[in-house]
C-alpha cells in the first residue's frame, strides 16, 4: 500500500468513534488486462496491465435550518501513479449546493460521462478530450425544480499561465424526468479552448439507450468533434452493451465500435469483458483491443 495512503488510513482508524460519526470510507480496487490487437505503438508486446485503485473520505454535519455541510477526499492510484482526484467542501439547503476545491469539470463529469456503455479502464467511446479535475474550482448547482436544474462553477488555474482572475468557467442545463436526462454544458478554458457538449440517455425497464455530441473548438490548434451512440441491456446479474463513436481529431476522422459484458457477482464485485475494434489512419491507433477485468467496491 502507498504511504501516503497507509498512514491517512491509520491516522482514520485511531479517531475517538464520536469524531467518526459523520464519517465514512468507500472505495474500490480495479485490475484489468488489455491485449494490443495491432501489435504497434508502445503496447506491441501484446499486453497492458491496468490498475485503479480509489479510496473515498466523506463527511457531513447538520448544520440546522435545512442545511449540510460536506467535505470529501478522493485518494487514488492509477496505473502504480497517485492520482489526485475530488478534494472538495461545500454547503448545501434549500437554496441549492456550494461547492469548493478541486473537482471535475460539469462537461467531463456530468456530460461526457453519460458515454460509458462499458466496464473498462482502458477502453471508452466518449467523444471528448477530458479538460480533467481543475484546482480552485467554485461551483454551484441549483436546487431540482420540476426536473430542471443548473449549474455553474469557474476555476483559477493557478500556474496554467493564463491572463484571467478566473481562468474557466463551465455552464450546465440539466434536465431528468420519467426515465430522460438530457444534459447540455458550455466550458470556455482561458486562452486555450471552448467546448460545448450534449447528453442525452432514456431509460426504461432493462435497457438503456445513450447519445453524446461534443466540439472542442481550440484557439491554437484544429478543432475537434465527435458523436457516440450506445445502448445497454440487463438481463438478471448480467449486463450487455454496446457502443458506437464517430470521431473528427483536427481534420483525422475515425470510428470505433465497443462491445461489452458485465457479470455482477454481488452488488460489490463485478468481472466484465471488453472487446473494441477502431478504424484509424495511422497504423499505431488502428486494430482492435480485448479487454478482461475485475471491480470490487467497497
Given at each position: 500500500m502507498n504511504k501516503k495512503l497507509l498512514s491517512v488510513a491509520m491516522a482514520a482508524a485511531l479517531v475517538a468513534p464520536a469524531a467518526m460519526a459523520d464519517v465514512t470510507v468507500s472505495g474500490f480496487v480495479l485490475q484489468e488486462f488489455v491485449t494490443d490487437g495491432d501489435q504497434t505503438g508502445t503496447s506491441e508486446d501484446g499486453l497492458e496491465s491496468h490498475s485503479d485503485v480509489g479510496v473515498i473520505f466523506t463527511a457531513s454535519e447538520d448544520l440546522g435550518n435545512g442545511m449540510t455541510a460536506f467535505a470529501k477526499i478522493d485518494i487514488g492510484r492509477d496505473d502504480g501513479a497517485d492520482a489526485r482526484n475530488d478534494q472538495i467542501v461545500g454547503v448545501s439547503g434549500g437554496f441549492g449546493t456550494v461547492v469548493l476545491g478541486?473537482?471535475?469539470?460539469?462537461?467531463?463529469?456530468?456530460?461526457?460521462?453519460?458515454?460509458?456503455?462499458?466496464?473498462?479502464?482502458?477502453?471508452?467511446v466518449e467523444p471528448l478530450h477530458s479538460t480533467g479535475r481543475l484546482e480552485g474550482a467554485m461551483a454551484y448547482?441549483?436546487?431540482?425544480?420540476?426536473?430542471f436544474q443548473a449549474g455553474i462553477a469557474a476555476?483559477?488555474?493557478?500556474?496554467?499561465?493564463?491572463?484571467?482572475?478566473?481562468?474557466?468557467t463551465d455552464i450546465m442545463l440539466a434536465y431528468s424526468n420519467g426515465g430522460i436526462t438530457v444534459r447540455l454544458s458550455l466550458e470556455d478554458v482561458d486562452?486555450?479552448?471552448e467546448?460545448?457538449?450534449?447528453?442525452?440517455?432514456?431509460?426504461?425497464?432493462?435497457?438503456?439507450?445513450?447519445?453524446?455530441?461534443?466540439?472542442?473548438?481550440?484557439?491554437?490548434?484544429?478543432d475537434d468533434e465527435g458523436w457516440m451512440l450506445g445502448v445497454n441491456y440487463t438481463m438478471g446479474n448480467n449486463t450487455f452493451g454496446l457502443g458506437y463513436l464517430d470521431?473528427?481529431?483536427?481534420?483525422?476522422?475515425y470510428d470505433r465500435w465497443i462491445l461489452d459484458l458485465t457479470h455482477n457477482m454481488s452488488k460489490r464485485t463485478k468481472v466484465y469483458a471488453t472487446y473494441q475494434s477502431t478504424d484509424h489512419p495511422t497504423a499505431a491507433s488502428d486494430g482492435s483491443h480485448f479487454a478482461v477485468g475485475m471491480k470490487h467496491s467497497f
Open positions: 478541486r473537482m471535475e469539470d460539469f462537461t467531463e463529469g456530468k456530460v461526457a460521462a453519460m458515454a460509458s456503455v462499458d466496464s473498462s479502464d482502458a477502453l471508452s448547482v441549483s436546487p431540482n425544480m420540476g426536473g476555476y483559477a488555474l493557478e500556474g496554467a499561465g493564463n491572463s484571467d482572475s478566473l481562468d474557466a486562452g486555450s479552448s467546448t460545448v457538449a450534449l447528453g442525452a440517455e432514456f431509460k426504461t425497464g432493462a435497457f438503456r439507450v445513450v447519445g453524446v455530441y461534443a466540439e472542442e473548438d481550440y484557439d491554437s490548434a484544429a470521431q473528427d481529431d483536427g481534420g483525422v476522422e
